[in-house]
Structure formats: C-alpha cells, structure tokens
C-alpha cells in the first residue's frame, strides 16, 4: 500500500514524530507513521516496552506530534510542544488526512458506539463497504494502516467523542449524526457549554446539509444560541410505537433514538427503509448494554456496565415498571450528582454503592429518601442486592460513573458482574 502525506505535512516528518499515549491508538499512529517511511517516538506517563516517559525535555526534537484523545488541550505536553513550535495533531484528525473514502460521523452523550455499530451493519447487508472507526475500539489510523480493499469507495462509519471533536482541524465529515446531549466529561470540561462546544466542532466542519441531531441536542444549541443547519433536528425522543421495530433491539428507547437518528441518514441517502428495518431484525447489540443476565429465585438481573454517565443510567430505568435494586457508583466525571438522584428516586428501590463516588451517592440518597448501603467490591454488591431482593424484583448494574477507579474497563466491570450473578447459588450471601 502506498500513502502520500499532504504537502504540508512533508517537511514535519523530516524528524521524529513524537506520538503521545502508547494505548491503541497511539500505536495505531505509531504503524501508519512506518508505512509513511517516518519514524514514531511513543510516550506514555505510564511507560512500556520501547515508550518514553518524558516528553517535555524532548518536546525540540519533534516538529509533528499527535496526541491519543486521553491528552486534554492543556495538557504539559502539548503546551510544551507547542512553545517548542510543533504542530499538534489528534489521532482522529491526523488519520483523516489518509483516509480517500466517505466519512459518516457519530456523537453524542448516549448511543453513539450502538449507532455506529448498527449503520455498519446496516450499509454492510446492502453490499457498501462500510468500516466502523473512531472511539469504537477500532482507530481510525489502524483502520487507514490496514489498508484493505478499495478504500476510496468505502465508508468509514466513525463514532466521535467530546475528546476527539475539541481539537480537530482537518477532519471533515460527508455527514454527521448527534444521537442526544445531557450532562457527562465534566472533569474534561468544566461546563455543559464548553462539553457541547467540544461536539459543536464536528458540526462546524461537516459538509453543509449533511447533519442530523435528536431532540436534547437542538434544545441545547438553541439554549446556547447556536442553530443547526436546516433540516438538521430529528425528533428522537418520546415517539410512538413502530410496529415494524417490535422484536428489534430498537423497539423500545433508549435505543429507539438511535433508530431515529440512522432513519434521517438514511433516507437523505434514498436508500430502501425496507433494508435498513430488515437490517434492524438482524441486528444484536453489543454486550453490557441492558442485558439481561439471569435470573435467580424469582429475581431478574441486568448489566448495563456501559451505562457510565447520567443520562444512560435513567435511561435503562425507564425500561422498568417498578422501581429497581440498583448498583451503582465509580470514578467521578463532574456533574450535578444530587439533582441526579432527585431525579432516579421514584424508580429506585434500594441502592447498593460502589467506587469512589459512594460517600457522596450515599449522602445524595439520603436527602432525596432513597434506601442505600455501601459496598467495597462488586461481588459483595451483587450478594447483599440478592439477600435483599424479593421474587419478581429486578437487580440493575447502571453505574452512571466511569470504571477506571476500580474495573480495567466497563468491559471488565460487566463481565465480573455477570460472573458474580452466576455464581450466587455457589457464594455466601450477605445477611
């Protein structure tokens, strides 16, 4: 495969690139800089195999760096790169620059990784090339380095974070998809303003006509004195039922909106909405979203691990008719945690608390009169909600937080939940 760096990217691969974060997508830039015949320098504060942990008495050795989304715009690093007169360039806006094929974007609080995943699926079963990319798992730079197919003719389904849009400069997308918008990264950006200013940056350098936006995030931009394009808002939320989704994993919401959103794509696109509902039946959502695990002496239990912010986890509550044990808890991300309990009260019934955000759940509990207990592990959560738990209840795993305080991922923190649910016959449970 051969690549062609632009014009003005040339000259600053002259020297080594400095890659910043040896996570997957820093080694994912890493691969594409060797197919470019550059050399990449990784550093990562956490070091490694062949990583530097010092980047700042390096930062005059390197003309071009590129950043993995972890790296926040202020960051040392880059501010020192920057003094140093580098160019900075996230993964996702550097991989862009190599990519020859469409690019379908996907945002949003909620959904976004789901929406991907489905409209992958979808294009994919009406024979296009569709690739899914971005914060899914999969870089964009990897997705460019593997080089397979023709790739000027494929479409490369691109799921973007807050993280990602902040910084781009030269990503541009045919069209863009913002599934919803509420309160989430607010230890990334300070304020609701600046989380969807983030967002608003993919808006800014979409193709005009190409975007498509639910219901909470037209009422945001309006409330924020932004307006999206014409015919850009999409009635996502609150919608009756479909009778042609009934069996679909989109038959009920949240996941109804994300059906919403790929409907308006498609049907700018004039492609058969036979093939996207039969795309639809065939499609199965990914784990840890709303799952439902097993069920014990009567009592049913949900992981919903990937529900790591507020609005996901009152989502997965409205599913149910009556209020739920909940688990919840794990690293903070900013946000206004007693109004989000004074919201989640009525459906829950009692909550068993985890991670570093318990104290200050469990205080937030007891304002708003809502039955809770702390929990050091996980495994004990899941026993002390089945001593409390009578038949026909139902034990929801919707953490709200993020899992790094104590999971490797939210991967990680479902599937030790879903171990621990199927071992309840075999444990001593709390009493």
Known sequence: MTLAAPDFLQPLLAKPVAVLGAGVSGRAVAELLGLLGARAVLFDEKGGEGVAVDFGSAAQAHRLVV??????????????????????????????????????????????????????????????????????????????????????????????????AETLKYFRADAVLWTNFAED?????????????????????AVPGTVFAGSSAVRFAEKSGRAFPPGAAVASEARPADSGLAGTPFAGYPQRENFLLAAAWWRS??????????????FRLGPHRLARVAEHDGVV?????????????????????????????????????????????????????????????????????????LCSTLAEAVERSAAAAAPGDHVLLSPGFASFDMFRSYEDRGAQFERHVNNLGTTVVFR
């Open 67 to 164: 950043f993995s989304p972890g790296f926040a715009p202020e960051h040392p690093w880059l501010a020192a790169a920057r003094a140093a007169g580098a160019t900075c360039l996230g993964e996702l806006d550097f991989a862009s620059l190599f990519w020859p094929g469409r690019v379908l974007a996907i945002t949003g609080t909620n959904g976004k990784t789901t929406l991907a995943e489905f409209l992958t699926h979808a294009l994919r079963s009406t024979g296009r090339d569709a690739r899914a990319a971005g914060n899914i798992g999969h870089p964009l730079s990897q997705l460019v380095a593997e080089g397979n197919g023709d790739r000027a003719n494929a479409i490369a389904v691109c799921e973007v974070s807050s993280f990602q």
């Open 185 to 205: 990264h607010l230890e990334r950006h300070g304020t609701m303003e600046n989380y969807f200013a983030a967002k608003w940056n993919l808006v800014a350098r």
């Open 269 to 282: 696109e004039q492609l058969s909405p036979e093939a996207l509902l039969a795309a639809a039946r065939s």
């Open 301 to 373: 239990y949900w992981n919903d691990s990937k529900a790591t912010n507020f609005h996901a986890v009152e989502g997965a509550l409205a599913n149910f008719s009556r209020p739920v044990l909940l688990i919840a808890g794990g690293k903070g991300k900013g946000g206004n945690l007693a109004s989000f309990v004074s919201r989640i009260a009525p459906r829950v019934k009692f909550a068993f608390l985890l991670g570093e955000t318990r104290e200050a759940l469990a205080a937030a509990c007891a304002t708003y009169g809502v039955a809770c207990t």
